[in-house]
T-cell receptor, first 113, second 112 residues
Framework: DAGVTQSPTHLIKTRGQQVTLRCSPK?????VSWYQQALGQGPQFIFQ???????QRGNFPDRFSGHQFPNYSSELNVNALLLGDSALYLC????????????FGPGTRLTVL | QKEVEQNSGPLSVPEGAIASLNCTYS??????FFWYRQYSGKSPELIMS????GDKEDGRFTAQLNKASQYVSLLIRDSQPSDSATYLC????????????FGRGTSLIVHP
């Protein structure tokens, strides 16, 4: 049973550049959520995609955008990168419902120089 | 602002002892509660879910939920050095949101 996968593992960018991160959900899951985790902090919710639409969004600027494809995989795009965007970006998949257990991928470590 | 609070630690316990990790939350209507383990440089791994008041046991782990007092705890029996990690508490808020709120995590160190 394939778990959540993310690519790339690590990424180094410079300020002002754009980045795209990718995620494939756990088999059988149709919902993908993206989180940003800074060092020493808990994951902060960016947005969630379900049925190819953004269902809910956290307190992140419009520089952060996303997409979900018909096969439930998802992308996170960040434009005009800032130094403060350096973090671990986590994708989690789930089946919404009473339990709503979320399963995380290995993450993408983004460094902005 | 719905909040989840955890003591950042570190909590240091000797090998073989019971580690007790605590979490409080502000949203009284919350229904689902989760504990994740996160090793340094890795992603969070779900280790326990609890939905009803009382205790839920899974191997060496026991989750305890008290909705009246708005706290959830995780006990780790017979702690091992391999349990050394950050433990994140996550709470699903009321109101139909499917997005859990995470605490900052408690760092646990189990020393031989």
């Amino acid at each position: 049973d394939a778990g959540v996968t993310q690519s790339p593992t690590h990424l180094i960018k410079t300020r002002g550049q754009q980045v795209t991160l990718r995620c494939s959900p756990k088999s059988g899951h149709d919902t993908v959520s993206w989180y940003q985790q800074a060092l020493g902090q808990g994951p902060q919710f960016i947005f969630q995609y379900y049925e190819e639409e953004e269902r809910q969004r956290g307190n992140f600027p419009d520089r952060f955008s996303g997409h979900q494809f018909p096969n439930y995989s998802s992308e996170l795009n960040v434009n005009a990168l800032l130094l403060g965007d350096s973090a671990l970006y986590l994708c989690a998949s789930s089946i919404p419902g009473l339990t709503n257990e979320q399963f995380f991928g290995p993450g993408t470590r983004l460094t902005v120089l | 602002q719905k909040e989840v609070e955890q003591n950042s630690g570190p909590l240091s316990v000797p090998e073989g002892a019971i580690a007790s990790l605590n979490c409080t939350y502000s949203d009284r209507g919350s229904q689902s509660f989760f504990w994740y383990r996160q090793y340094s440089g890795k992603s969070p791994e779900l280790i326990m879910s609890i939905y009803s008041n009382g205790d839920k046991e899974d191997g060496r782990f026991t989750a305890q939920l008290n909705k009246a007092s708005q706290y959830v705890s995780l006990l780790i029996r017979d702690s091992q050095p391999s349990d050394s990690a950050t433990y994140l508490c996550a709470v699903n808020p009321s109101g139909g949101s499917y997005i859990p709120t995470f605490g900052r995590g408690t760092s646990l160190i189990v020393h031989p």
